[in-house]
């Protein structure tokens, strides 16, 4: 039996850890997450540990940017084909055709209630991390 | 003595013939002999010159020293041509004053040394050059009475008159300017600028305008206009150029201010679009979370704890409302000049296409939507969608309540324009709410049973001002609303 899906959060703002840790209770199949509050803290991550069934990165960051961060990953061979998702407030057309552009699997607006934060996930999961 | 008389003779018709008046006055200033002309240049009787005085013939004024000058003569006598310029003035019988020009020949007259004297009427003359003169004076007052610098220079472009205005504002004399030293007085920074100007039109003969700094006489510079065009003769050749200098610098003062203001607009516009795209963040951010909460709290609350639902759907509903005001916001401050990508629209498939997108709440509320003939315009196909679908949106919310709303759009072409109709028999407002409903956040009826942002006829004005043309509402309380916009037709 293969392990839990693996997804790695970028994101400072640690409201967000609180929902993605009810999103993913309400999933209905097992998944583990780990929240990463910056760029640097991802490279870290990445660099060191299991690799990650899907990352969901937000774009307005502190230190260095989420588009940034999708660049370097994108220039490294390891992790030209990782699932990057880009997981953020903004729904500005530009944004996020910019994320896409560079290299981000999906943009996708933050949801504004827990029920589509789970539909929204479970659909990324199923996607890229078939169970 | 009989060979003197015949010579006399001849002599007397030879002169007589002449077409130019001669006297022969001896010694002693007395006229021995007159002709025919000189007898009506002085308006004599007949016969009547001989035997007086020459200096009779001079005003009482000149005449003293008029008999110095016949003394003198006698002392020296040599011919004095005609033709020397000087012109006297001679007194003719009848009292009047006539300009002269006298040649003085010696000769002698029945054996007498005397002075043969030829005079020509000047008054042709001097009346030419009086009109010559008075259209000078004309002219020069007509050139010092404009408010303009001019000037006028030769073909190969040196400068050889300079108004006394030129003079008045540099204060500097026109001789000390002329050739090319005119340009002392432009600033250095537009010498080379202006000097390089001029030789290229002195070489191509085209007309010209140029801008420089011109000092006046206190040391101030002043930023001048300077327009020049070549005077040619009949063969085309250029015999002159003739420029004014007009200040503008008021004028550049005005534009560099208005420039200034401009850009203070364009900054805080600037501004406006950084603070709605704060907003659209910052704003909706912990919005978002609010509603996620309460959404997540939901999930806990037991079932059949009825208000506490009811309370947790209160919050939902206003961050709801809160979140379409954000977004209603942000539209219209996004809203910008879009005219370099506008495209020819053909306006009945674009309403088609609203009232499609809008055919829920057609169907909800039965409304009748008719659509006339609207032709082309040219327009931002995403801001005039946005347009029409908030004023159909409109008609149908503002419905008369009991009746299913009927809605006409119609279109009448003026001026190179689209004036387009979107008439509803809804709930009308006053002309006062009228006039006030496409200000933004203005809200003319119940919110309760109207809900909306406020923001929809603002943005429907907006979008039709980006297009040049602007938005009218003609309302009747209890009987409808007709909103007309204009747009620009497509050629």
């Not at chain 1, 944004?95 to 589509?116: E, F, H, M, V």
């Not at chain 2, 012109?87 to 005397?114: N, Y």
């Not at chain 2, 009109?131 to 303009?148: F, M, N, S």
């Amino acid at each position: 039996m293969s392990p839990a899906p693996l997804l790695l959060m970028v994101d400072d703002d640690p409201d967000e850890t609180v929902i993605l840790a009810g999103a993913i209770g309400s999933l209905g199949r097992p998944a583990r997450h780990e929240v990463l509050a910056d760029s640097l803290a991802l490279e870290e991550r990445l660099a060191s540990g299991e690799r990650p069934d899907l990352v969901l990165i937000d774009l307005s960051m502190p230190r260095r940017d989420g588009l940034a961060t999708i660049r370097a990953l994108r220039a490294d061979h390891r992790w030209d084909s990782l699932p990057l998702v880009v997981f953020t407030s903004s729904r500005s057309p530009e944004d996020l055709a910019r994320a896409k552009a560079i290299g981000a699997n999906q943009c996708i607006t933050k949801p504004d209630s827990l029920r589509q934060t789970v539909a929204v996930l479970r659909l990324l999961l199923d996607t890229y991390a078939p169970a | 003595m009989r060979r003197l008389r015949a010579s006399e003779a001849m002599f007397r018709s030879v002169v007589d013939s002449s077409p130019i008046a001669k006297l022969i006055v001896d010694h002693g200033g007395v006229i021995r002999f007159a002709n025919h002309q000189a007898e009506l240049l002085f308006r004599s009787t007949a016969g009547s010159l001989p035997g007086r005085m020459v200096d009779s013939l001079v005003p009482a004024a000149a005449r003293a020293r008029h008999a110095g000058h016949r003394a003198g003569y006698h002392g020296d006598s040599r011919a004095r041509q005609m033709g020397s310029g000087a012109t006297f003035t001679a007194l003719r019988d009848d009292g009047s004053q006539v300009p002269v020009e006298i040649g003085l020949t010696p000769t002698d007259f029945a054996g007498q040394p005397a002075v043969l004297a030829t005079i020509l009427d000047r008054s042709d003359r001097v009346r030419v050059e009086q009109q010559q003169a008075e259209t000078e004076r004309r002219l020069r007052e007509l050139v010092e009475g404009i408010p303009h610098l001019v000037w006028t220079s030769l073909p190969d472009g040196a400068c050889d008159f300079l108004s006394q205005q030129w003079v008045d504002y540099t204060g500097i004399p026109a001789s000390a300017q002329l050739g090319d030293r005119w340009l002392e007085q432009v600033h250095p920074d537009d010498r080379a600028a202006t000097m390089a100007a001029w030789r290229q039109v002195v070489d191509s003969g085209e007309r010209f305008a140029v801008e420089y700094r011109l000092r006046r006489h206190d040391g101030a510079y002043r930023w001048f206009t300077t327009r020049g065009v070549p005077l040619r003769d009949a063969g085309g050749t250029i015999t002159r150029w003739f420029g004014s200098s007009t200040d503008v610098d008021d004028q550049k003062n005005l534009e560099s201010q208005l420039h200034d203001r401009s850009a203070a607009l364009e900054r805080s516009n600037r501004d406006l679009e950084n603070f709605a795209f704060a907003a659209s963040h910052d704003l909706r951010e912990p919005l978002r979370k609010i509603r996620t909460f309460a959404s997540m709290l939901a999930e806990r609350i037991p079932e059949g704890d009825a208000d506490a639902l009811d309370l947790i759907g209160r919050i939902d509903r206003s961050g709801s409302r809160m979140q379409s005001l954000i977004e209603g916001l942000l539209g219209y401050a996004r809203l910008r000049n879009t005219s370099k990508n506008w495209e020819a629209i053909a306006l009945n498939e674009l309403v088609a296409e609203v009232v499609e997108d809008l055919a829920i709440p057609i169907r909800e509320c039965r409304a009748e939507v008719s659509v006339g003939a609207l032709g082309s315009i040219r327009g931002d196909r995403g801001q005039l969608s946005s347009l029409f679908q908030n004023l159909v949106a409109n008609a149908i919310k503002f419905r008369a309540p009991g009746r299913a709303p009927r809605v006409g759009i119609s279109a009448m072409r003026s001026g190179g324009r689209v004036l387009v109709d979107c008439c509803d028999d809804g709930v009308g407002m006053t002309p006062e709410q009228a006039a006030r409903a496409p200000e933004l956040f203005a809200r003319m009826h119940d919110p309760a049973r109207y809900p909306g942002t406020g923001l929809g006829l603002a943005t429907a004005r907006r979008i039709a001002e980006l297009h040049g043309g602007g938005l009218a509402i003609a309302s009747q309380l209890g009987v409808g609303t007709t909103v007309t916009v204009s747009l620009p037709e497509a050629p």
